[in-house]
T-cell receptor
Framework: SQQGEEDPQALSIQEGENATMNCSYK?????LQWYRQNSGRGLVHLIL?????REKHSGRLRVTLDTSKKSSSLLITASRAADTASYFC????????????FGSGTRLLVRP | DGGITQSPKYLFRKEGQNVTLSCEQN?????MYWYRQDPGQGLRLIYY???????QKGDIAEGYSVSREKKESFPLTVTSAQKNPTAFYLC????????????FGQGTRLTVV
């Protein structure tokens, strides 16, 4: 049972362009998190946005949260080839806040 | 240095055998998690543990077992009952399960031969 679903599933852009990924979830949340995964590696935490926040920035990352629509977006500005990775959102489980449930991810390819 | 360590990185198993994947953390985190990832897919939760001597089934627990005898260790056993065990397994931990980010190991790639 997936709590979060990202779209698009895959995204290919030119270096220097912006990349936007979206995440939708099903139930109430305390926070929503975004992670990055390089191929064949573990996940790395990027940013956490709390349910009472609407927007958060970290370097070239901008995350928005709309709790009324149960959705979040991750914007990577001025993309670089090194941003090529899969990006996942994560939220609490539907039956327990201790569960950490991930979406299916967006595979981003940044072409040099 | 602090972190979460999974071993081995690669593991080969014959059909019908049980295998145990190791996950150790020295971050003093209470909560630990095991996920399975199939090629090109997202992460699916197998088991999680909020505290020592306690663990809960995730969404795909059938064919797997865990133990949490020590705070720093959360081994996963893939049993012969798991019909399709070939996958990438990821372990994670976090301090306050409700409000903090998770830290991940580098994963174990299990292949059934």
């Amino acid at each position: 049972s997936q709590q979060g679903e990202e779209d698009p599933q895959a995204l290919s852009i030119q270096e220097g362009e912006n990349a936007t990924m979206n995440c939708s979830y099903k139930t109430s949340i305390n926070n929503l998190q975004w992670y990055r995964q390089n191929s064949g590696r573990g996940l790395v935490h990027l940013i956490l946005i709390r349910s009472n926040e609407r927007e958060k920035h970290s370097g070239r990352l901008r995350v928005t949260l709309d709790t009324s629509k149960k959705s979040s977006s991750l914007l990577i500005t001025a993309s670089r080839a090194a941003d090529t990775a899969s990006y996942f959102c994560a939220t609490r489980g539907m039956d327990s806040s201790y569960k950490l449930i991930f979406g299916s991810g967006t595979r981003l390819l940044v072409r040099p | 240095d602090g972190g979460i360590t999974q071993s081995p990185k690669y593991l080969f198993r014959k059909e019908g055998q049980n295998v145990t994947l190791s996950c150790e953390q020295n971050l003093n985190h209470d909560a630990m998690y095991w996920y399975r990832q199939d090629p090109g897919q997202g992460l699916r939760l197998i088991y999680y543990s909020q505290i020592v001597n306690d663990f809960q089934k995730g969404d795909i627990a059938e064919g797997y077992s865990v133990s949490r005898e020590k705070k720093e260790s959360f081994p996963l056993t893939v049993t012969s009952a798991q019909k399709n065990p070939t996958a990438f397994y990821l372990c994670a931990s976090r301090s306050d399960p409700a409000n903090t980010e998770a830290f991940f190991g580098q994963g174990t790639r299990l292949t059934v031969v």
